[in-house]
């Protein structure tokens, strides 16, 4: 299983990016796809989870109402769409993904991880 992130850079306080992640060697709908992110110094932390048939979606509270995770299971690709994009959002954003039908914001229960991506926002 690959996963490649893309989408990152810096932005002002306030605006959009929209990060993607690409799949690869596996089944997409049978994986729960995750984006977590890590800011320097701290703990890597949930952002957000989408079942495989992108029925459900699951937000940190942090996130919830300014960012939007989606999946595109024909390009097998997930994506993290965020707006109103604040200092405290900037960190490595990775995408992960586990087998099974069940969200979770703990990273532990993901299997396979990209390789991050940066997103900087600047006040």
């Known amino acids: 299983v690959q996963l490649v992130e893309s989408g990152g850079g810096l932005v002002q306080a306030g605006g959009s990016l929209r990060l993607s992640c690409a799949a690869s060697?596996?089944?997409?709908?049978?994986?729960?796809m995750g984006w977590f992110r890590q800011a320097p110094g701290k703990e890597r932390g949930f952002v957000a989870a989408i079942s495989g048939s992108g029925a459900t979606t699951y937000y940190a509270n942090s996130v919830k109402g300014r960012f939007t995770i989606s999946s595109d299971n024909a390009k097998n690709t997930v994506y993290l769409q965020m707006t109103s994009l604040q200092p405290e959002d900037t960190a490595v954003y990775y995408c992960?993904?586990?087998?099974?039908?069940?969200?979770?914001?703990?990273?532990?229960?993901?299997?396979?991880w990209g390789q991050g991506t940066q997103v900087t926002v600047s006040s």
């Open positions: 992960a993904t586990r087998r099974g039908l069940r969200l979770t914001a703990r990273a532990p229960e993901y299997d396979y």
């Open positions: 060697g596996r089944t997409f709908s049978s994986y729960v």
